[in-house]
């Protein structure tokens, strides 16, 4: 007994030593070749040395440098550390080479940065980590997570390891763990659980039965989910088409212009926000409102420019719509070539703040992009208040007034051409609103508006032109019609068809979906 | 739209002015080939790019004038015109790939060469005939002929007017546009059709063919300008104008403004298909990008320039606006945007009635 | 009244004569001292996006030609036109360098069918054209050199890769590419590879979609579906120009990351990523034969000479960029060693020469007029450069007409 005590004594006194030198004696191989990496980057996860955390950290986010002789250090801000120690040191970073990585170890990272991370006392940390050593699973980590789960208490972060915990499973070699796994994963509704399952199925004859019926069950729910997603597809395709096609909706819908330069509004207000994004890139307070401030200050630099266009140029052609079409293909021109000179003909960069990134779930576990999600609710809301301004504003009314019977709207006092610079300037910045939307979904570049323009068009007379609730129907419709299309079709095919079938349908009703009555009907 | 503008016909010695000057255009053009002949050094030699690219510019010139007939007369803004033109050149283009034979990289003796690395077994079933230079002709007058047809039956009988109707044709072009792009379809894809050899026996890179399809077309100007001509002097181009300045009384008064607006549209989609035909030969390529939205509408601004409704107007306008474009390009290629843009602008508003009408207004 | 017409109509007929005699429809007479470059990229439309880089890397060689002294003691100058992304308009440019301009060599074209377009106006006339794009091979052509990459010195090294262990040992590959003609031929001599490596054309996921394509959701999602299939998935993009922003966007937010689904490009460098924030695509991978990261005193010389005349310190150069710099090179060095500027004469010079490249190899211009090249595989990185994780230890000579497309068997031998 004595005898025993002693022993489990010793060995609890020799453990520490003998990790720390296994920590000491795996460091090295980080500066190596990306064979000795992954080899490295396996062993610390396995220690569970937590000062490995930083380090692995370090490698994944490329702050790792290396002396000559092979001394690893740490970049901390501008700070040098030695990595080993941890202590500070003095050297010129000039003297230092980054250690660079590749897939295969950025890979191993992720497994081994899960190790670690999961006694991490942040809950957010822990829901990586059980995902990290999803994605990297191995039969090893089954103990590990195994504890990790009785200690968890946030439901969250215990359902994603628990799922890690089965696919962990699945690779284990013992078939009562590999069952609860496969029976774990067969009631997620997840592709990569699928994925994992089938892969596992070619190594597992025994088990082939029960993995067929597991993914048969994913399969099912996937199919839900694959309806919602398409049409979340459409519909987030559909409120591009609306921020783009609204602004034409007020000035050619309402006025009767036929806005050419449409297309390059919505491009200056793209460019406008790259603009407002980088005044405030050395402003740190005002960095995270780069994105909300460019809405009203693209809306004002569009308008301006959109006044100024129709005061000096479009008034002059009143009456002649067809003409404005000419004028303002030619103002669209050089307004594209004037941003091409003054920013260049590359992409600018638009950096997305963080909660435009990355997908979130909505009930049922439908995932959607969160840039999309974004612009479909404010595609929403800016109808809303375009709606708003017209039905309920002083400026609506007169709007309306113009439009409808100018000469009675000006023998009422209505300073019509005010009113008519206004509208346009209103559609106008409308436009660039538009830009700061699509500056997230696409490229920002002197050719954006062009991608945009027979579309617009196209969705204003469908839904009916003057009609602000049928450039909305039409919008959407299109846009959920194309995706429903698209995987049998092709992109290509189904956008010819989506065409085709708006000019047939033009055929039917000539006035659209929403036609217009009354007098205003037949100017 | 409301009535337009424009005046009545004009008066006729105004009208003997304009067939002048067109006169003058063709006579000036018909010598380039021969100046071409002169030693370099004289003053009237013309160089071989001149006589090339004016070879060109007739062909757009053609277009213009089958859009002012459109346009101009029958009051169908068309921004699809170009999608005739295309179609026209297509045909030309399918003819001239079944005369390069076993010629092509691969040398297969029946595909042409995208067709062989693409993997066709066999040529589609539309590609046949079109080895024959008069089958050829036809479809390249009856491809877009046929598409008006159908599109001009479609819309005038819903009576869609105006606006709408240019949003559809600009709709139709882009669609013909994403289609022709599709690889699958079996026109070449993006790079279209290149590396023509011969036409009609006569291999295409020399002074002569060049000569030869020059006169050709030139000879299509002149014929497609008398047409127009004499269709619009006609009791129909009459009625015609008529339905464009009040379609609604014209039909009051019992005529059938369908089947006149018909006519004319579909003549004015064969006339665009003839310029498509022979502008593929002289440039040497045609891809998809001749159905982009963008050249319909410059199209349209060539007979902006030069004055609708005039005919000598839109042939005016395809040559100085594509004469402009040519120098601008190479004399300022960073501002020439700028120039032509401004152009554009400054006609629509100083000059409603094109280069023609500034002729046409110091008359009176 | 009668006069006034009189001279109104002479003046429109004058107006018509000038603008059709102005001095370039006319050949120049002045023919004496300078060697005339000519650029034929596009400035506006498209492919200026793309187009009006390389036109600054020439007028950058043509000034530091100059700077040096010139060549054969004559001065350079520079001829640019812009075609407009316009293809037949690029025809006609051509005819116009070669015959108004006279020019002794051209530096232009991007896209495949640019080249197509003036590739009969340059066998015509037996101009000299250095094009310096990767594309599809499929083409030989004795009045055009091509400094890009052949599909052997591009796709299939990468793909290559994305099969070896480091790579991540891909056993099932979605091609997904812009439909024209360079994916059409990349993918299927990549099929052709892939089936020769046993991947079975089940596992082998082609979708084309159109020039611009904004809308990548369909297609992503369609993608995740395809790599959980359980075998390791790979993409190998040939998505060409615009399209690839929406479509990294897209990656990135629908969270697919470099370590599960490895996406390859092959039209994808520096300036692509210069309008994206690359963090969400560390890992994403580009194959070329040049990096801006390549360390190499050739490249520092390369990227000095061009951020200073650029004037901008953070522009960053591309593959591209560095085949028109080897390019011109090259020809410099052609026409010093055959003492004119003659097309005929520099073409036979040209074969052969070697120039110590920026991508750190000296790379040799073949006498199919391509060049050996080095095969790069770069990773993205948070800053928008690439870290180089695979090179090929030695130049690779071009082949333009490739081996897995059955049809070349019985080709015609030009």
Redesign the interface.
């Known amino acids: 007994m004595k005898r025993t005590i002693l022993l489990l004594f010793l060995l609890l006194a020799a453990m520490p030593a003998r990790a720390q030198d296994a920590f000491l004696a795996a460091l090295p191989g980080l500066g190596g070749g990306f064979g000795a990496q992954v080899e490295a980057v396996g062993q610390l996860g396995t220690l569970g040395d937590p000062r490995a955390l930083p380090i692995l950290t370090a490698l994944s986010e490329g702050r790792l440098l290396r002396l000559a002789d092979g001394t690893l250090l740490i970049r901390d801000g501008t700070r040098l550390l030695n990595a080993a120690t941890g202590a500070p040191v003095d050297v010129a970073e000039a003297d230092t080479q980054r250690v660079t990585i590749n897939n295969r170890v950025r890979g191993a990272l992720r497994g081994a940065l899960g190790q670690l991370q999961i006694i991490s006392p942040n809950s957010a940390e822990r829901l990586a980590a059980a995902d990290a050593i999803f994605r990297a699973r191995s039969a090893e980590n089954v103990p590990l997570l195994d504890a990790a789960l009785a200690r968890e208490s946030v439901p969250e972060v215990r359902d994603r390891i628990a799922l890690a915990l089965a696919a962990s499973r699945l690779v284990a070699t013992n078939p009562a763990d590999k069952l609860a796994g496969i029976t774990a994963l067969g009631e997620t509704a997840s592709p990569q659980a699928r994925s994992i399952l089938l892969e596992a199925r070619a190594a597992n004859p025994e088990v082939a039965t029960q993995i067929d019926a597991a993914v048969a069950a994913i399969d099912q729910r996937l199919a839900i989910r694959r309806a919602a997603e398409t049409l979340f597809q459409g519909l987030s395709l559909g409120s591009v088409l609306l921020l783009a096609a609204l602004g034409l909706a007020v000035t050619f819908g309402v006025m009767g212009v036929i806005n050419m330069a449409h297309g390059e509004f919505v491009m200056l207000g793209a460019y406008t926000t790259v603009m407002v994004q980088d005044f405030a890139r050395d402003i740190p307070w005002l960095q995270p409102w780069s994105l909300p401030i460019a809405v009203p200050a693209a809306f004002l630099v569009t308008a301006a420019i959109g006044a100024a266009m129709e005061r000096g140029l479009i008034r002059h052609l009143y009456g002649r719509p067809l003409e404005t079409l000419l004028l303002t293909f030619g103002v669209g021109m050089m307004i594209q070539q004037a941003v091409r000179l003054i920013f260049g003909a590359q992409n600018r960069e638009v950096i997305s703040p963080p909660w435009m990134q990355g997908t979130l779930m909505l009930p049922f576990d439908i995932p959607v992009t969160a840039n999309r999600l974004w612009i479909l609710c404010f595609s929403l809301v800016i109808f809303g208040l375009i709606l708003a301004a017209i039905r309920m504003t002083r400026f609506g009314l007169e709007m309306r007034a113009v439009t409808q019977r100018r000469p009675i709207a000006a023998a009422m006092g209505i300073r019509t051409g005010r009113v008519d610079a206004l509208t346009f300037a209103f559609g106008s910045g409308i436009a660039g609103i538009a830009g700061v939307a699509l500056s997230q979904i696409d490229n920002v570049s002197p050719n954006l508006g062009t991608g945009y323009i027979i579309d617009s068009f196209l969705v204003v007379v469908f839904g009916g032109v003057g009609s602000l609730a049928g450039t909305l129907i039409a919008a959407f419709g299109l846009g959920v019609i194309n995706k429903m299309l698209e995987p049998w079709a092709g992109a290509v095919l189904a956008k010819v068809f989506v065409l085709v079938a708006v000019m047939a349908f033009i055929q039917r009703r000539p006035r659209g979906l929403f036609p217009q009555k009354g007098r205003a009907a037949e100017a | 739209m409301s009535a337009t503008t424009l005046d009545t016909p004009a008066p006729s010695r105004i009208r003997l002015g304009l067939r002048a000057v067109m006169g003058v255009v063709v006579v000036v053009l018909a010598t380039f080939p021969l100046l071409n002949m002169l030693p370099q050094d004289s003053v009237f030699h013309v160089s071989d790019f001149l006589v090339s690219v004016s070879g060109k510019w007739i062909c757009y010139a053609i277009l213009a004038l089958s859009l002012d007939l459109a346009w101009g007369y029958a009051g169908i803004l068309s921004l699809g015109h170009g999608a005739f033109f295309a179609l026209g050149g297509y045909a030309m283009g399918m003819h001239l790939m079944r005369l390069i034979g076993p010629r092509g990289v691969y040398g297969h003796p029946v595909l042409p060469d995208f067709m062989v690395f693409l993997g066709y077994q066999q040529l589609p079933w539309y590609w046949l005939g079109f080895d024959h230079f008069a089958f050829a002709m036809l479809m390249v007058l009856l491809v877009p002929g046929m598409l008006a047809l159908v599109l001009g039956w479609l819309c005038f009988r819903s009576r869609i007017t105006g606006v709408y109707l240019s949003i559809i044709t600009q709709a139709m072009t882009y669609a013909l546009m994403l289609a022709f792009f599709r690889n699958d379809m079996g026109f070449g894809g993006n790079n279209g059709f290149t590396d023509f050899k011969e036409l009609l026996g006569m291999p295409l890179n020399t002074g002569a063919a060049r000569a030869s399809l020059f006169y050709a077309s030139l000879v299509s100007l002149v014929g497609c300008y008398l047409f127009c001509l004499w269709m619009t002097g006609t009791k129909y181009g009459r009625v015609l104008t008529a339905i464009r300045d009040a379609e609604n009384r014209v039909r009051f008064l019992g005529y059938d403004t369908t089947s006149h607006k018909l006519f004319a549209f579909v003549a004015s989609a064969m006339m665009a298909g003839l310029a498509g035909a022979l502008y593929v030969p002289q440039v040497g390529i045609i891809n998809p990008g001749e159905f982009s939205p963008g050249n319909s509408i410059e199209a349209v601004i060539w007979v902006a320039v030069g004055g609708r409704g005039t005919l000598v107007g839109a042939v005016i306008g395809a040559f100085s606006v594509n004469g402009l474009k040519t120098w601008l390009t190479s004399a300022a290629p960073d501002l020439w945007l700028f120039v032509l843009g401004g152009l554009f602008v400054a006609v629509t508003l100083f000059l409603p009635k094109g280069l023609v009408g500034l002729l046409k207004g110091r008359a009176k | ?1 009668t006069e ?2 009189k001279i ?2 002479r003046a ?2 004058a107006g ?2 000038t ?2 005699a ?1 001095p ?4 120049s007479f002045a023919q004496a001292a300078p060697i005339k470059i000519g650029v034929l990229h596009s ?4 492919m ?2 793309s ?3 390389l036109r600054d890397t020439v007028l950058m060689m043509v000034e530091h030609q100059n700077s040096k002294g010139g060549l054969l003691g004559r001065r350079l100058e520079a ?6 992304s ?4 690029f ?3 051509a ?2 360098l070669l ?3 006279k020019v002794d060599v051209t530096f232009g074209c991007w ?3 640019s080249r ?2 003036v ?3 340059f ?2 006339l037996n101009g000299m054209l250095f094009y310096p794009v990767q594309y599809e091979g ?2 030989e052509s004795r009045n055009i050199f091509y400094t890009g990459a052949a599909p052997n010195q591009q796709a299939i090294p990468a793909v290559e890769y994305l099969m070896g ?4 040992e891909a056993k099932r590959i979605a091609l997904l590419g812009t ?3 360079y994916p ?2 990349t993918n ?1 001599i990549l099929r052709g590879y892939l089936n020769s490596k046993g991947i079975t054309d089940a596992d082998i996921m082609e ?9 990548w ?3 992503v ?2 993608v ?2 395809f ?5 390791k998935t790979a993409i190998v993009s040939t998505i060409n120009g ?1 399209a690839n ?2 479509f990294y ?2 990656l ?4 697919i990351k ?3 689904i ?1 996406c390859v490009a092959f039209s994808v460098g520096e ?2 990523l ?4 690359a963090r ?1 695509l560390v ?1 994403h ?1 580009a194959a070329w034969n040049y990096f801006m990261s390549v360390q190499s005193p050739a490249n520092t010389e390369f990227k000095n000479l061009w951020q200073a005349y650029i004037k901008n310190p953070r522009r960053v150069t591309n593959d591209p960029m560095e085949a028109t710099y080897t390019g011109f090179n090259m020809w410099a060095q052609a026409v010093a060693k055959a003492n004119t500027t003659a097309v005929d004469a520099v073409r036979t010079a040209v074969i052969g020469e070697k120039f110590a490249a920026p991508s750190g190899y000296t790379e040799e211009m073949l006498p199919n007029h391509h060049l050996s090249k080095p095969v790069m595989i770069g ?1 993205i ?2 800053d928008g450069q690439f ?1 180089i ?1 695979y090179k090929t230890p030695a130049v690779v000579p071009a082949e333009n007409w490739s081996q897995f ?1 059955p ?2 068997a ?3 031998r ?1």
């Open positions: 009244m006034t017409r109104t109509r429109a007929l018509l004569s603008a059709l102005t370039a429809f006319r050949p400035l506006s439309g498209t200026a996006i187009e009006t880089a001829v640019v036109v812009d075609p407009a316009n293809w037949p308009l025809a006609e440019k005819r116009e015959q108004v301009h896209t495949s069918v197509k377009s590739l009969p106006v066998e015509e499929e083409e262990p480091d790579g991540g439909d024209y003609v059409r031929t299927r979708e084309y979609t159109p020039f611009g394509h904004s809308d959701q369909g297609i999602a369609r995740k579906r790599a959980g299939e359980g075998k615009d922003v929406p966007r897209e990135g937010n629908q969270g470099a370590e599960d490895p300036e692509e210069a309008g994206i924030d969400p890992g991978l990773e990185q948070a870290n994780v497309i049809e070349n019985n080709r015609r030009g």
